[in-house]
């Protein structure tokens, strides 16, 4: 092959490959926990392989961090800072309402089969009233109970009176209310120092964050209800105008694998987490005191829970959704669920 061959095939090699690495979009997800943590070490780059899988390598994705407060993620993806991203939708208290019908307590569920219903209902119920507005919503999940991760030992919920307790938005502000607790809103990242400077008793929190926040090195006692106190909703979501931009062929594609399907993912990584993160906090000799269904703190948290489903009702009851037939069918498919 003479020298003029060899250059014009180089040269179809480099435009292919040129072709090749301008026909790939990078999806950019703003993440805000430790890389370490399941949710951004499992959940999304899973969810990254089944997108590339679908789209046959055209969208990738990669993770972006320290790009700001937890609570601006929406407004992030919104604004297109960021093309993707997920959060805790208590951090913005007044924009999400319908999102409180995950966070109910008692729901008895684990956060695996609570996601899934919640997408479910979502689909169903709630997505009509457009709370993500700007944004498509592709997942939506909870962690794992939350429960009382505290400096010292917690013998009664009427201990916790007057406590300064880090609470994180939604359902758990009004806990806070009826427990009498001081309040002390801030995101779950800051946690370890707050509780290190005694500036917090003690936080709401789900068990794996014993591990990869590292509180079993400063909430040292661990009281855990039956179901929790709470579970916590958040949601995943995709800036419209970034999927506008993509082939149909593609936003079908990330849709097919994102939903229900990645809601799962999501519930049953945080429900792992916590597993793995109890029996490391009893390794590391926490206390862990687990409350029986039938003592006087279960009572006590059945009397101080009671009505705050109708408290939410009211609540959302200016929005054209049938918010009491939702909340029904989300407890009866969590309730219900099997893998």
Same mark, same amino acid.
């Given at each position: 092959m003479n020298a003029k061959k060899l250059i014009a095939l180089a040269t179809s090699v480099l435009a292919l490959s040129a072709t090749s690495v301008l026909a790939e979009t990078q999806m950019h997800v703003a993440s805000w926990l430790p890389p370490t943590h399941p949710h951004n070490a499992v959940v999304l780059p899973t969810w990254g392989k089944w997108i590339e899988d679908a789209t046959e390598g055209r969208v990738s994705l990669k993770i972006d961090y320290d790009l700001g407060h937890p609570k601006d993620m929406f407004t992030l993806v919104e604004d297109g800072v960021a093309d993707a991203g997920w959060s805790f939708h208590g951090y913005v208290p007044g924009r999400f309402r319908l999102t409180q019908i995950v966070e109910q307590p008692l729901l008895g569920a684990n956060a695996e089969a609570a996601s899934v219903a919640y997408w479910r209902i979502?689909?169903?119920y709630l997505a009509q009233a457009n709370e993500h507005v700007g944004l498509e919503v592709v997942g939506l999940f909870t962690h794992a109970?939350? &429960?009382i991760q505290t400096a010292a030992p917690v013998n009664s919920l009427a201990e916790l009176e007057g406590k300064k307790i880090r609470l994180g938005g939604g359902v758990q502000s009004i806990l806070g209310e009826r427990l009498h607790v001081t309040a002390v809103n801030a995101p779950a990242p800051k946690v370890y120092e707050m509780m290190q400077q005694g500036v917090i008793d003690g936080a709401l929190l789900p068990v794996c964050e014993q591990k990869t926040l590292r509180l079993s090195e400063v909430a040292t006692h661990l009281t855990l209800l039956p179901g929790g106190l709470y579970l916590g909703s958040f949601g995943i979501f995709?800036? &419209?105008d970034f999927m506008a931009d993509l082939s149909e062929a593609d936003q079908a594609a990330i849709r097919s694998v994102s939903g229900e399907k990645l809601s799962r993912l999501a519930g049953e990584v945080w429900d792992q987490c916590g597993t793995d993160a109890l029996a490391e906090s009893r390794s590391n000799g926490v206390n862990v005191v687990e409350i029986d269904t039938n003592a006087p703190m279960m009572d006590e948290f059945?009397?101080? =829970? =009671?009505?705050?489903?109708?408290?939410?009702l009211q609540e959302v009851s200016d929005l054209d959704v049938d918010a009491k037939a939702a909340l029904q069918e989300l407890r009866d498919a969590a309730r219900s669920y099997q893998h």
């Open positions: 979502h689909e169903k109970p939350g &429960q995709i800036n &419209q059945r009397t101080l =829970a =009671a009505g705050l489903d109708d408290v939410w």
